[in-house]
């Protein structure tokens, strides 16, 4: 799924430098179900940091995590506009990280990664 860009924020673009708020929107509007769990694991952040492991009800929705947490830009855009670390793991597990750590490495390390695995996983 790809983003869907305003004509207006198209144009903005080909002049020049867009806002991360303009963008943020744009990311919110185009990846609906991506912004409800990213934003739910912000709202259940109050320690160190929150995840959530419910994998999405379609492909469609699989693809919209994909598509926020495997780009740079949009994942580097919430994380600036949410003021949190954001990681991924086995193309579902969304988690916030209120400052990158010791939380956060182990999450992210390969350990993690091949901890994580199992055989009903394997083609998400």
Not at 9 to 30: H, K, M, N, Q, Y
Not at 67 to 88: C, K, M, Q, T
């Amino acid at each position: 799924m790809s983003l869907t860009v305003p004509t207006g924020l198209l144009e903005r673009a080909e002049r020049g430098p867009i806002t991360d708020a303009e963008f943020v929107d744009c990311v919110r509007e185009s990846l609906p179900y991506a912004w409800e769990r990213i934003t739910g694991v912000i709202a259940d952040l109050n320690g160190p940091f929150a995840d959530d492991a419910t994998p999405p009800p379609s492909e469609a929705e699989r693809g919209q995590l994909l598509r926020a947490l495997a780009s740079d830009a949009i994942r580097g855009a919430l994380e600036r506009h949410f003021g949190v670390r954001l990681a991924f793991q086995n193309c579902h597990r969304v988690a916030a990280f209120a400052t990158a750590g010791p939380e956060y490495d182990e999450f992210v390390s390969t350990r993690a990664q091949v901890l994580n695995q199992s055989p009903e996983l394997r083609d998400c």
